[in-house]
C-alpha cells in the first residue's frame, strides 16, 4: 500500500504565502515525478506544477515566478511554496507521484486526498 498525505493548507490573504507539504509512504521502491495539481469549484483539475527524480520542474504558466516546487527525496516528500496568493489560487491542491511499490515493481501514479487553500481578505 502506498499512500500520498497532503499538509499545510489554510486561510491566507492575498498576498500571503502557503507552504504544501506531500509526504509517500508505504511499500515504495522508488518515486519518479511528483507533482501538485488543483481544483477550484466548478473547474476541472488542473496541473499546478511537477519535478522529476531529478530535480527537472515545470509549472502552470498562472503560477511561474510565485509559486516553487521542491522535494527531498530522503523524506520522500514534494513541497510547494506558494506566494503572492490570490482568490484567483482558491481550490483543493491534490498531491499526485509516480511511486514504484516493491508489492509488484511496477509503477503507477498515485493521489492524495487533497488540502484546501482559501484566499480570502
Known amino acids: 500500500q502506498v499512500q500520498l498525505v497532503e499538509s499545510g493548507g489554510g486561510l491566507v490573504q492575498p498576498g500571503g504565502s502557503l507552504r504544501l507539504s506531500c509526504a509517500a509512504s508505504g511499500s515504495i521502491f522508488s518515486i519518479n515525478a511528483m507533482g501538485w495539481y488543483r481544483q477550484a469549484p466548478g473547474k476541472e483539475r488542473e496541473l499546478v506544477a511537477v519535478i522529476t527524480s531529478g530535480g527537472t520542474t515545470n509549472y502552470a504558466d498562472s503560477v511561474k515566478g510565485r509559486f516553487a516546487i521542491s522535494r527531498d527525496n530522503a523524506k520522500n516528500t514534494v513541497y510547494l511554496q506558494m506566494n503572492s496568493l490570490s482568490p484567483e489560487d482558491a481550490a483543493v491542491y491534490y498531491c499526485?507521484?509516480?511511486?514504484?511499490?516493491?508489492?509488484?515493481?511496477?509503477?503507477?501514479?498515485?493521489w492524495g486526498k487533497g488540502t484546501l487553500v482559501t484566499v480570502s481578505s
Open positions: 499526485n507521484a509516480e511511486i514504484v511499490s516493491t508489492e509488484d515493481y511496477y509503477g503507477m501514479y498515485y
